[in-house]
T-cell receptor, first 115, second 112 residues
Framework: AQKITQTQPGMFVQEKEAVTLDCTYDTSDPSYGLFWYKQPSSGEMIFLIYQGSYDQQNATEGRYSLNFQKARKSANLVISASQLGDSAMYFCAMRPPSGYSTLTFGKGTMLLVSP | NAGVTQTPKFQVLKTGQSMTLQCAQDMNHNSMYWYRQDPGMGLRLIYYSASEGTTDKGEVPNGYNVSRLNKREFSLRLESAAPSQTSVYFC???????????FGNGTRLTVT
C-alpha cells in the first residue's frame, strides 16, 4: 500500500521569500505519479504540479517546482517568491501504477504567508 | 466551462436519514471519484468508477453506496446517516491515469 507523509502541519514564510513543503512517500512500485494540490480557505482543490516516477527532470510550473529525489522517496514542493495568495493548505498525493488515478493524499501542510 | 459540479453545497441530516450527493462532469472523463475530507486526515477515497459501468471500493467505503449513472454522472448515497459521516465530500474526475484529478467544490455535510 502507498503512504504519503507530510511532516509539517504548518509553515510560515514572509512574502517574496521561497518556501519548501516536505513530502515523503512509501511504495514498492517502480511506476507512480506524484501530485501537489492547493486548497485555499474557500475550499476548492487546485492542481499545482505533477511528477512521474520515470521523469528525468524535476517538474516546474511557474513559481512552483518539485524537488524530486527518487532514492530518498521525497517530492518536496518549492514555491518561489511567495505571495499572500499562496496562504492555503497544500496536499501531496501519489498515484499507484494500477492505471487509475486513485490518489492517496497526505494530511497536508498549512502555509501562511505574511507581509 | 463548468468542469465538475456537485450538489448540494451544504446539507444537514439527522442520524438515520438518507441522502444522495450528486456529481456531474462535462469534460468527457472516464474515471470519477468520491473523497471525504476530515480535519487532520487529508482526503480519503470512498469509492471510484474507473469507467462507465464499473465501481470499486476505496479506503473508507462503509456506510456508502455509489451509482455511475452514465459517463457524466456519479452519485454517492448515504442510506442511514451517522454522525461519523459528518465531513466535506469531494467528487473528482480524470481522463487518463497521468492526468490530475479535477475536483468539484465540495459538499459540507453535517449529521446530528
Amino acid at each position: 500500500a502507498q503512504k504519503i507523509t507530510q511532516t509539517q502541519p504548518g509553515m510560515f514564510v514572509q512574502e517574496k521569500e521561497a518556501v519548501t513543503l516536505d513530502c515523503t512517500y512509501d511504495t514498492s512500485d517502480p511506476s507512480y505519479g506524484l501530485f501537489w494540490y492547493k486548497q485555499p480557505s474557500s475550499g476548492e482543490m487546485i492542481f499545482l504540479i505533477y511528477q512521474g516516477s520515470y521523469d528525468q527532470q524535476n517538474a516546474t510550473e511557474g513559481r512552483y517546482s518539485l524537488n524530486f529525489q527518487k532514492a530518498r522517496k521525497s517530492a518536496n514542493l518549492v514555491i518561489s517568491a511567495s505571495q499572500l495568495g499562496d496562504s492555503a493548505m497544500y496536499f501531496c498525493a501519489m498515484r499507484p501504477p494500477s492505471g487509475y488515478s486513485t490518489l492517496t493524499f497526505g494530511k497536508g501542510t498549512m502555509l501562511l504567508v505574511s507581509p | 466551462n463548468a468542469g465538475v459540479t456537485q450538489t448540494p453545497k451544504f446539507q444537514v441530516l439527522k442520524t438515520g436519514q438518507s441522502m444522495t450527493l450528486q456529481c456531474a462532469q462535462d469534460m468527457n472523463h472516464n474515471s470519477m471519484y468520491w473523497y471525504r475530507q476530515d480535519p487532520g486526515m487529508g482526503l480519503r477515497l470512498i469509492y471510484y468508477s474507473a469507467s462507465e459501468g464499473t465501481t470499486d471500493k476505496g479506503e473508507v467505503p462503509n456506510g456508502y453506496n455509489v451509482s455511475r449513472l452514465n459517463k457524466r454522472e456519479f452519485s454517492l448515497r448515504l442510506e442511514s446517516a451517522a454522525p461519523s459521516q459528518t465531513s466535506v465530500y469531494f467528487c473528482a474526475s480524470t481522463g487518463t491515469a497521468n492526468s490530475p484529478l479535477h475536483f468539484g467544490n465540495g459538499t459540507r455535510l453535517t449529521v446530528t
